[in-house]
């Protein structure tokens, strides 16, 4: 079974870079961002969800095409509504 983009295969949220608002459905800080993403995954872990641990240090090239690949996800999931 494939995994949702921004997931793991066992289920945990990935919390990309520069990444605000919240996910969880009918939270009202889905349209509300967050002031760092640190805060919101924070905020995702009192949801009770699973957040996947982030790397200090600088960002890879491939967390970043991770990224890009996911916020381009975003837009062409939009476009087809």
């Given amino acids: 079974m494939a995994h949702s983009p921004g997931t793991t ?3 945990q949220l990935i919390v990309y870079h520069g990444e605000l608002f919240c ?3 009918n939270c009202e ?3 509300v961002p967050f002031s760092s ?3 919101l995954r924070a ?3 009192r949801h009770g969800t699973t957040v996947t641990p982030t790397a200090s240090g600088r960002m890879t090239q491939d967390n ?3 990224v ?3 916020l381009e996800s975003l837009f ?3 476009e087809e509504e």
Avoid: K
């Fill in 76 to 78: 062409i999931s939009g």
């Fill in 37 to 39: 993403t640190p805060n």
């Fill in 68 to 70: 890009i690949t996911w």
């Fill in 23 to 25: 996910r969880v459905a």
């Fill in 9 to 11: 295969p066992d289920g």
């Fill in 64 to 66: 970043m095409d991770a």
């Fill in 43 to 45: 905020h995702l872990r």
């Fill in 29 to 31: 800080r889905r349209t």
